[in-house]
C-alpha cells in the first residue's frame, strides 16, 4: 500500500463531499420535478417506485457528502500535526544523516563486514540504517510516513545513485 499523507486524504474528501452533496441536491431536484410533472406518463405505482428509490439514493448521496465535508475537516488538523513531525524529522536528518555518516555507520549492527558494491543492496542497507535512526529518534512516528520520508531524503542525500 501508498502512503497517503492527511493533506492528501483532506483533499480527496473534500472533492468528494463537494460532489456526491451536488449530485444528492440535483437529484433529488430531478425526482421532486419527476414526481410532479409525470414526464413519462408512467403509471401510479411505478412513478412512486421509481420516484422512492431514486429519492432514496439521492439522499443517501447528500448524506455520504456530508460525512465527507466532515471527514475533510478532520484530515486538515491531521494534515497541520503531520506536517510538525514531518518538519522536525527533515531537520534532524539534515543535522545527524549525513551520506558520509550514513555510509560509515550502516555496518555497525551486523555481522556482515565486506562492503556492498551493489547498488540495490546498497540502497536498502541505507534505507534501513536511516529507518533505525528515525525510529529511534522519534518513537511514535507511522510506520508508512518514515517509509515515504526516507524515499525522498535518500534522494536528497545521495542523489540518483541508484
Not at 33 to 38: A, H
Not at 97 to 120: N, S
Request: net charge negative; aromatic share 14%; proline share 1%.
Amino acid at each position: 500500500m501508498v502512503y497517503q499523507s492527511s493533506a492528501q486524504k483532506a483533499e480527496d474528501n473534500q472533492s468528494s463531499g463537494i460532489m456526491l452533496i451536488t449530485v444528492g441536491t440535483l437529484g433529488l431536484i430531478g425526482d421532486i420535478f419527476f414526481l410532479i410533472k409525470n414526464p413519462l406518463n408512467m403509471p401510479m405505482f411505478n412513478k412512486y417506485l421509481t420516484c422512492g428509490v431514486m429519492g432514496a439514493l439521492f439522499v443517501l448521496f447528500f448524506v455520504m457528502g456530508i460525512l465527507a465535508v466532515k471527514s475533510y475537516k478532520i484530515f486538515k488538523g491531521k494534515a497541520a500535526e503531520e506536517d510538525t513531525v514531518f518538519d522536525k524529522i527533515t531537520g534532524w536528518c539534515e543535522e545527524e544523516l549525513k551520506a558520509e555518516v550514513i555510509d560509515e555507520h550502516m555496518y555497525d549492527d551486523d555481522e556482515v563486514y565486506e562492503k556492498l558494491t551493489d547498488k540495490e543492496d546498497l540502497y536498502f542497507k541505507r534505507t534501513e540504517y536511516i529507518k533505525k535512526r528515525i525510529e529511534k529518534q522519534f518513537m511514535n512516528v507511522d510506520e508508512e510516513l518514515i517509509d515515504s520520508f526516507i524515499d525522498g531524503f535518500y534522494t536528497k542525500v545521495f542523489g540518483d545513485e541508484n
